[in-house]
């Protein structure tokens, strides 16, 4: 089974049961479900920032641990680095009353992951 990496809006879609999953649940079947270590810590901090207890972020833990990992490696970045160069946008927006956030940079991200596909809606 080839191995699909999973955004971390998906994921948490997946996790809260939200109806907007169902949208992703055909591309999911048949593949290696498959995390950035930059999902794994957004969904931890999503946690954090929302004052979940102890108890209910060892779930969260627990849960995580049902999706293989992909880690930093010296390749990763030069692949991330390459990608963002290739890009002729500003790496970071402002939208009105929110803070700067990466432009259009997880679907970079995932496409610079060896061996994976990113998950899109059909």
């Not at 995390?35 to 931890?44: G, H, K, V, Y």
């Not at 954090?48 to 627990?62: D, K, M, P, V």
């Not at 991330?80 to 790496?91: G, K, M, R, T, Y």
């Amino acid at each position: 089974m080839p191995p699909l990496v999973i955004d971390t809006d998906v994921l948490s879609f997946i996790f809260r049961s939200d109806t907007r999953a169902a949208l992703y649940a055909p591309h999911l079947f048949g593949h290696v479900l498959t995390i950035s270590f930059q999902t794994r810590a957004e969904m931890l901090r999503g946690a954090i920032s929302a004052n979940w207890g102890e108890r209910r972020r060892q779930q969260l833990r627990q849960w995580l641990r049902k999706f293989a990992v992909v880690h930093s490696s010296d390749e990763l970045c030069e692949r991330w680095a390459e990608a963002l160069a290739d890009q002729d946008i500003p790496s970071r927006r402002r939208t009105r009353g929110s803070r700067p956030r990466p432009y259009c940079l997880t679907s970079r991200w995932l496409r610079t992951t060896p061996g994976t596909t990113p998950a899109s809606p059909a």
